[in-house]
């Protein structure tokens, strides 16, 4: 689904080439018309900004929007597992996934990336694609509402992302809770916390790679 890719380009860091693909854009979700017409509506407005506004101010709204708090993240497993050991297992096995089907990450990527998992998304079958996205729905949700709560723009892609899952097959009862609070004290304390290691050493016991999942994300621990 070429709308996938979209939605993924639109969640990664702008730059010029950005800018210049948004006509392509706007071109390829009126052509596959896969979202209802309230969700294009708001991902053409946030299309128009990335026309509009200068690369600088673009590039400064998303650090400010995805990079100076966790409550926004864009690593799933941060929302799902914290900073806790089984987010180290859950990465392994999703690495494990990405490289059975062939795809290959980039350095300093982490397979939890969402627009890396959106990518995988794309060039998956139909029903695996939308399998997966019922899969993080609950996650896209609990990130949708903050950035609505803020009336960030952003929330229209994670708007769209819910209306192509069309069900939830998880609970934001258990994930991770983030303070709200955006000030610079407030997300030095969210950053003042041990790192996580990830690595073949933190690989899950017993387990025989994520091609045994049913979902690229479903099986890790039950969880997401």
Request: aromatic share 6%.
């Amino acid at each position: 689904m070429r709308t996938l890719r979209v939605l993924a380009r639109l969640l990664v860091y702008p730059d010029a080439d950005l800018k210049h693909a948004a006509g392509e854009c706007h071109t390829i979700l009126a052509e596959e018309a896969l979202l209802p017409a309230k969700s294009r509506r708001a991902l053409e407005a946030l299309l128009g900004s990335f026309e509009s506004i200068d690369l600088l101010e673009l590039q400064e709204r998303y650090v400010s929007t995805f990079d100076l708090g966790r409550g926004h993240s864009l690593h799933l497993f941060e929302h799902v597992y914290g900073d806790s050991r089984e987010r180290g297992q859950a990465m392994v096995a999703l690495a494990e996934r990405y490289h059975a089907a062939g795809l290959r990450m980039g350095s300093g990527e982490l397979p939890d990336f969402l627009p890396l998992v959106l990518e995988y998304a794309s060039v998956a079958p139909a029903g695996e694609a939308r399998a997966l996205l019922a899969e993080i729905a609950h996650v896209v949700d609990a990130i949708g509402e903050r950035l609505e709560r803020r009336r960030s723009p952003y929330a229209a892609v994670f708007a769209a992302l819910g209306a192509l899952a069309g069900k939830r097959l998880h609970s934001t009862a258990d994930l991770v809770e983030f303070d709200d609070d955006d000030s610079a004290e407030a997300r030095d304390r969210a950053w003042e916390e041990a790192a996580v290691t990830f690595g073949p050493e933190n690989a899950p016991q017993g387990q025989g790679g994520c091609e045994r999942a049913a979902t690229m994300v479903s099986r890790m621990q039950n969880r997401i």
